[in-house]
């Protein structure tokens, strides 16, 4: 009860609410701490999950929040810009990720937890029909990923730059991106280029993907776009939509092809795909992304394969798991007392989501241990954005980060 207290308190504390002048209409979001003052598309998601539990009308403005700028088309940002801060201006780190046209926000998308948001809200209403329209700009949000990021029709979403896996500097896009030395700086200077091409196609999601720069259907994000799905689906067939049963076959399509396209028999494990010159080619490198099928409904062998990596202390038993990049790998850091994420410290939101999948999977003792050694490493440092997975040392992470209070619902068995 402690942590879900202590959970609800940090969400209140980054609450902002207000009228914005950039879209001339009211928002009510909570920021994943106090530097990320913006509303960050998956943040927001995790937010309104661990609000679904603690305060469900927070939870629901801040999905209503989230989509109140949906495009017709219906996408939905990565980042919105509800009010600007003077440092802001100093510094126009979001400058190259904007259109010209579309200033207040980013024209990138971030992996679609929205549905599992969605999903959660509906559980802990009495009366589902009063978010009609929520529901309606979710099953437009995830159209519009089946319609407009999917080239090669295959039922697997692209991304077209490593920021919009969530997981920005995850080894597997050195690799997508000629660096297979997996230096930092170097992939940092390369993510910046790419921006900058994009930038100059008014990020023209057409003229990217005939580039080919960046390609790549990532494991991580296509299992999260089916659990969204899922989501979407129950709340659809709650209401008696007859649109559900679409939901339900997009779902189904995008697992089969997880299965079949990602599954690399030799490693026993999934990798993600990048598509270069007309060629799909695997990213071998085993991440946490890698181990989101546990998730899934996937034969059993393929379960018990990621459920031994997870155990393994050469891979991801840590003494504070589950690090983002296997500890075996040559593009781990982990990088903790820097701000090159993803190389191999231990998150709270991937955390959750294995936990979720152990559980599924009946390896109730696993999952205790997993939730037991996050909760250890909120006590001992309170809700930040990474940790050590030696030390638990959040190193230069930010405090008082909103998706870590992901770890309240991490309940024991």
Partial sequence: MFLKEKALELLKANRREGFSRNFKKYYSYTSPDNVHFHQWFWDSCFHAIVLAELDLKMAVKELQTLFSIQTPEGFVPHIIFWKWRPGDFIKRWWYLEVKESLPYHTAEIQPPV?????????????????????????????????THRDPDRDGLVSIITPLESGMDMLPIYDLAMDNPEHDPLLQKKKVREMLITYKKLNWNTEKIFDLGIFDVEDVAFNTIF????????????????????????????????????????????????MHKKGKEIPLPIKTISSLFPLLLQIPEKMKSSLITYIRSEKHFF????????????????????????????????????????????????????????????????????????????????????????????????
């Fill in 114 to 146: 929205a549905g599992i948001s969605l999903e959660r809200i509906w559980k802990n209403t009495p009366d589902p029909s009063s978010f009609r329209d929520l529901v309606d700009r979710v099953y437009r949000y995830y159209i519009y990923l089946s």
């Fill in 226 to 273: 089916v659990l969204g799905l899922r989501g979407l689906y129950c709340v659809l067939s709650a209401l008696k939509d007859p649109r559900a049963e679409e939901i339900k076959n997009l779902a189904e399509r995008t697992e089969k092809a997880i299965v079949e396209k990602m599954w690399e028999h030799g490693d026993g494990i999934f990798y993600g795909l």
């Fill in 318 to 413: 840590s003494r504070y798991p589950l690090p983002s990049v296997s500890m075996n790998e040559k593009g781990f850091g982990p990088l903790t007392h820097t701000r090159f994420l993803w190389r191999g410290t231990t998150w709270v939101n991937t955390n959750w989501f294995i936990w979720q999948g152990l559980k599924n999977s009946k390896e109730h003792e696993l999952a205790d241990e997993i939730a037991k050694r996050t909760q250890e490493l909120i006590e001992k440092h309170g809700f930040c954005e990474f940790y050590d997975p030696f030390t638990g040392n959040p190193g230069k992470a930010m405090r008082n980060f909103g998706w870590s209070t992901l770890a309240a619902l991490m309940s024991l068995s």
